[in-house]
């Protein structure tokens, strides 16, 4: 049982290159998130879903975009990297969004953007 | 806005000692309250949730509405406890979970 699966896992870009981190889950849950960690800044939810189809802004959307096409996965997109991007990306899925607060985590993808 | 502060980035105790990982939240109504843990390798996971009033790997946690606290407590830590542990809240309905900075124990032979 996968879980939750980040490809890729590690990522450099140069200022202006665009990239897709792919969020896969095998679990038939409904929510899914993009959080960044950053150092001293804990996790930040960028976008989340609550379901196929649907997307919606968290915390940090700005230079993100996203797109839920089938219920298994979660595409993050950045059309034009900036170096205030460079982060530890994480992906993550829960049953519902009120199931007690558990979130399933991928193992996260770090970008490096120059 | 909801904000859930750890104080302490860096926590280091002995083998045997009592251990306290501090989290306070801003939220003024009703909030839901976690801890999540990440072993060195692994990744984030739950450790346990406020309303379940549950032990988990012999850590407790109390919610204290009046001094907007959820700290995690274990009377005797353990080697296998080092990690990195974050405080999360969310607003009960609400689909986001806001997280703390986080606190690495180490606990010490």
């Known amino acids: 049982n996968a879980g939750v699966t980040q490809t890729p896992k590690f990522r450099v870009l140069k200022t202006g290159q665009s990239m897709t981190l792919l969020c896969a889950q095998d679990?038939?849950?409904?929510?899914m998130y993009w959080y960044r960690q950053d150092p001293g800044m804990g996790l930040r939810l960028i976008h989340y879903?609550?379901?196929?189809?649907?997307?919606a802004k968290g915390e940090v959307p700005d230079g993100y975009n996203v797109s839920r096409l089938k219920k298994q996965n979660f595409l993050l997109g950045l059309e034009s990297a900036a170096p205030s991007q460079t982060s530890v990306y994480f992906c993550?899925?829960?049953?519902?969004?009120?199931?007690?607060?558990?979130?399933?985590f991928g193992e996260g993808s770090r970008l490096t953007v120059l | 806005a909801q904000r859930v502060t750890q104080p302490e980035k860096l926590l280091s105790v002995f083998k045997g000692a009592p251990v306290e990982l501090k989290c306070n939240y801003s939220?003024?109504?009703?909030?839901?309250l976690f801890w999540y843990v990440q072993y060195s390798r692994q990744r984030l996971q739950l450790l346990l949730r406020?309303?379940s009033r549950e032990s988990i790997k012999g850590f407790t946690a109390d919610l204290n509405k009046g001094e907007t606290s959820f700290h995690l407590k274990k009377p005797f830590a353990q080697e296998e406890d080092s990690a990195m542990y974050y405080c999360?809240?969310?607003?009960?309905?609400?689909?986001?979970?806001?997280f703390g900075t986080g606190t690495r124990l180490t606990v010490i032979p």
């Open positions: 993550a899925s829960s049953r519902t969004g009120t199931s007690g607060g558990e979130l399933f």
């Open positions: 679990m038939n849950h409904e929510y």
């Open positions: 879903s609550v379901g196929e189809g649907t997307t």
């Open positions: 939220y003024s109504g009703s909030p839901e």
């Open positions: 406020h309303i």
């Open positions: 999360a809240s969310k607003r009960t309905g609400a689909n986001n979970l806001f």
